[in-house]
């Protein structure tokens, strides 16, 4: 199939959606930075699966980017990325200029408190502020029906069915579940920066909670197993542990026991990469 149609600004795409509702046709949105791996088409499967049309969007937001160091090396790949979703029903690309999403003058914030505390909001200062600030403006954008996300990024999912919920955007979130690697690896753009030898240590921390989890389930220690679980990650030769924790899978609360349904989420670094993982408790 030829590649979909990439659309640059903002009027184009409101004429567009705007002919497909008049039509009384659904419409879902699959938002991403690119760089596209099997993670993100297993959301634009369930999307075209539920919705009349697909607009998968490709913006790499400098504003959730805590680290310029890792804003510059953000893999930008547009030309593959379009054609991979050739063999999928995606209807268009929003890929939008700079200016279509922050105009000169740009001065309104987007901040939920709670869900995007701790965690990687802890490790990484603004970060949901921009998350939240680009998928506000995504979803007036496009007007979609359904936004697609994956459970691969737990907080920042958390963070905006919460902010759908408080702003009464009329849409509904979608959270989809994690593809891995046959190795246990989250699938993640920044994947594509590991080394041969950095690639043969990342599944580690699936690895690890994996066991904590297995071990919570058991009855063990929760402490006890969150305490292994970093010593595990640490000694396959990750540089550090940002955090593995126990929390409410909803309301993402920390869990001394788990007597609820429950999530592991976890975040380590490896050289100059930082990757992160969760699981179901
Ligand atoms: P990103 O391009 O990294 O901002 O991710 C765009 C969307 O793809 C987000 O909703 C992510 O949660 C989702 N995603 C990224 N990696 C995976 C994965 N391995 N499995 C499922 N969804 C993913």
Redesign the pocket.
Known sequence: MTAPRIIRRLDVLRAQVAAWKSAGESVAV??????L????L??VKAAAADCDRVIVTIFVNPKQFNNPDDLASYPRTEEDDARKLADYRVDLIYAPDADQVYRPGFATNVSVSGVSEGLCGAHRPGHFDGVAIVVTKLFLQTQADKA??????YQ??QVVKRLVTDLDIPIEVVG?????DADGL????RNLLLSAEQRLIAPAIHAALTEARDAIRGGADVAHALEDARRRILDAGFDSVEYLELRDAGDLHPLEVADRPARLLAAAVLGKIRLIDNIAV
């Open positions: 699959v938002p991403t930075m690119g760089a791996h099997a993670g993100h297993s959301l697609f996300f994956g459970e691969k990024d920042q999912l989809c579940p994690t593809v891995r989250a699938l993640s753009s």
